[in-house]
């Protein structure tokens, strides 16, 4: 496993660099994006104890090793599956593909996947998802893995950035209500990825 990864990772062409201050302003707007959302009482996981009060989402300093140029190996013959939740809820999703990087001196893989529920959805149809988890679990971050959301013009040329300074938290680390994708076995990390979304309880 480790000797492929290996592999994978030495075939991937040198990785795309964002100036610091272009990155930094990247990451800014998507913090500033994900602090919006979690404000509006119509889309926020906060309960209305902590919205009263929430000035912002609590994110680890911007991290420029945590952006990563991953080669993307399709996979257009995995069958549907059942993904685990933190509930009895069992939403279908299919395997879209590998992405084969290297993070602080490892070989290492993510698959990314597909949900046949938002393919269905207006505005979504090209919408990808990457649950995982990583050491920095249950420590720095929340307990349950996080998320990163891909869309499918990011992939190019066999190619896929990574940045794991856009990883947030599932609904689930803020209240009991929901019902939330557990990241694959497949998917988790043996590196603390200490970018993105910190665990604030």
């Keep these: ?12 062409a040198p990785i ?6 272009e990155h930094a302003k990247e990451v800014a707007l998507f913090q500033q994006e994900l602090n919006a959302e979690y404000r509006n009482p119509a889309e926020s ?6 919205l009263k009060n929430f000035k912002g989402l609590p994110f680890f300093p911007l991290n420029s090793t945590a952006r990563v140029q991953a080669r993307f190996v399709r996979d257009s013959l995995a069958a549907p599956f059942e993904m685990e939740t933190s ?11 590998d992405a084969y990087f290297t993070l602080d001196g490892q070989a290492l893989k993510l698959t990314i996947y597909q949900s046949l529920d938002l393919i269905q959805k207006e505005g979504y149809q090209d919408y990808l998802f990457v649950p995982f988890t990583d050491r920095t679990n249950g ?4 307990g349950g893995g996080r998320y990163l959301d ?3 013009g990011q992939i190019q040329n066999g190619q896929v950035v990574l940045d794991f300074n856009r990883a947030y938290n599932p609904f689930c680390a803020y209240g009991g209500q929901y019902s939330c ?3 694959p076995a497949e998917n988790r990390l043996p590196v603390a990825i ?3 979304v910190m665990s604030d309880h």
């Excluded at 996981?45 to 902590?50: C, F, I, M, N």
């Excluded at 509930?87 to 279908?92: F, L």
């Excluded at 420590?139 to 929340?142: D, E, F, G, M, N």
Aim: hydrophobic content about 40%; cysteine-free; proline content about 12%.
């Design 87 to 97: 509930t009895a809820r069992r939403p279908m999703y299919r395997k879209y593909g």
């Design 194 to 196: 200490k970018a993105g």
């Design 139 to 142: 420590h720095s971050s929340y």
């Design 150 to 152: 891909l869309r499918l």
């Design 45 to 50: 996981p906060l309960p209305a104890k902590e």
């Design 181 to 183: 994708p557990v990241p």
């Design 1 to 12: 496993m480790l000797a492929s990864l290996s592999a994978a990772a030495q075939t991937t």
């Design 16 to 21: 795309t660099t964002l100036p610091v201050a």
